[in-house]
């Protein structure tokens, strides 16, 4: 992964059996990611803090100065890299997720990738540990540009 950070939210999502998680969702995706799972999958979207992804290695420098930014998770980088033959170029999709979920949002991720791709070895995962710092606060201060009754 190139990038030594990244902006993410970070929400709680509920489903309709009332069964609520944490998701971790790149900023420029949130405002349609947000859409998606309130309106086509029935889901509540609350809790929203904006928070900062850094690999373990850039946070272990400046530990001492990050851990009074906001509250620390060990949030780690999924990348599927896959080959994309009609057009000939490389995809790259990151999911961000809790350490210890890793092992099966990785599995989640490989399964919807197509059969025929993966027999050509046309798929490479990555997993880059890090450390999202979310903002102390409601989330309140978020400007995403949606409406709040979604």
Sequence with gaps: MDD????????????????????????????????????????????CRSCLWMGY?????DENILRHSGEAFNVDCIQLTIFDESNGFLEYIDRFVLRD????????????????????????VEVYPGVCIAKYGDGSH?????????
Excluded at 57 to 61: K, R, V
Excluded at 103 to 120: A, Q, R
Excluded at 142 to 150: E, F, Y
């Design 57 to 61: 290695e850039y946070y272990t420098e």
């Design 101 to 124: 979920d890793v092992l099966k949002f990785k599995s989640l991720l490989i399964g919807h990738v197509s059969d025929h791709i993966k027999k050509k070895g046309g798929v490479e």
């Design 4 to 47: 030594v950070s990244q902006k993410l939210i970070r929400c709680r999502v509920t489903n309709k059996d009332s069964i609520s998680s944490l998701r971790w969702v790149e900023l420029s995706s949130f405002k349609l990611w947000r859409y998606m799972m309130v309106t086509k999958h029935g889901m509540q979207v609350d809790d």
């Design 142 to 150: 978020l400007n995403l540009g949606l409406d709040n009754d979604l």
